[in-house]
């Protein structure tokens, strides 16, 4: 089953415009993890932000967590038609089990025009 | 990082018939993990196969629909068996080799007529 949802679904902008996309998950989470999927094609693993870790950067991405709301954002600076693709949010819980499955969100669909 | 690979990347296949993908990694890991994604949709977790094990697999997913092998920690397959239009969709292969990363082969994408 899913784990949470992401807004919006579909976001159209211009070359250079920053692109943020939110996610929001249901139980208590070990890490949160953003992906980006082109066309349908596997998955290419972007960033990932622990449960005790508020904010982090990597090159024009920024993710933070809010923990208490249960909730992530992804940012995406200075966009590229590049980056034009689906971007999916997954976080990993680890059970009795011990698997640690990573459980995606809905995903949101990025069109950057150039 | 693991670099995964994925056998066939594409199929069209009859309805009724079973296909079989093949996951190869190169390196050795402890967890495997088979992912649907549905046209237009999210990823949904399959099962998790581990070596010397049976797979343990989602709710609404069954063996007998998709029985899974993982002879060794670099190989696993995925069987899609008594196929339907519905099951019509990308099937991802994925490995744990840390506790935290995750990495995701190409994919192969099924279409049962």
């Known amino acids: 089953s899913q784990q949470g949802e992401e807004d919006p679904q579909a976001l159209s902008i211009q070359e250079g415009e920053n692109a943020t996309m939110n996610c929001s998950y249901k139980?208590?989470?070990?890490?949160l993890q953003w992906y980006r999927q082109n066309s349908g094609r596997g998955l290419v693993h972007l960033i990932l932000i622990r449960s005790n870790e508020r904010e982090k950067h990597s090159g024009r991405l920024r993710v933070t967590l809010d923990t208490s709301k249960k909730s992530s954002s992804l940012l995406i600076t200075a966009s590229r038609a590049a980056d034009t693709a689906s971007y999916f949010c997954?976080?990993?819980?680890?059970?009795?089990?011990?698997?640690?499955?990573?459980?995606f969100g809905q995903g949101t669909t990025l069109q950057v025009k150039p | 990082s693991a670099v995964i690979s994925q056998k066939p990347s594409r199929d069209i296949c009859q309805r009724g018939t079973s296909l079989t993908i093949q996951c190869q990694v190169d390196?050795?890991?402890?967890?495997m993990f088979w992912y649907r994604q549905q046209p237009g949709q999210s990823l949904t977790l399959i099962a998790t196969a581990n070596q010397g094990s049976e797979a343990t697999y989602e709710s609404g997913f069954v063996i007998d629909k998709f029985p899974i092998s993982r002879p060794n920690l670099t190989f696993s397959t995925l069987t899609v068996s008594n196929m339907s239009p519905e099951d019509s969709s990308i099937y991802l292969c994925s490995v744990g080799p840390t506790q935290e990363t995750q990495y995701f082969g190409p994919g192969t994408r099924l279409l049962v007529l």
């Open positions: 390196s050795q890991v402890t967890m």
């Open positions: 997954a976080t990993r819980r680890w059970g009795s089990s011990n698997t640690g499955k990573l459980i």
């Open positions: 139980t208590s989470i070990n890490n």
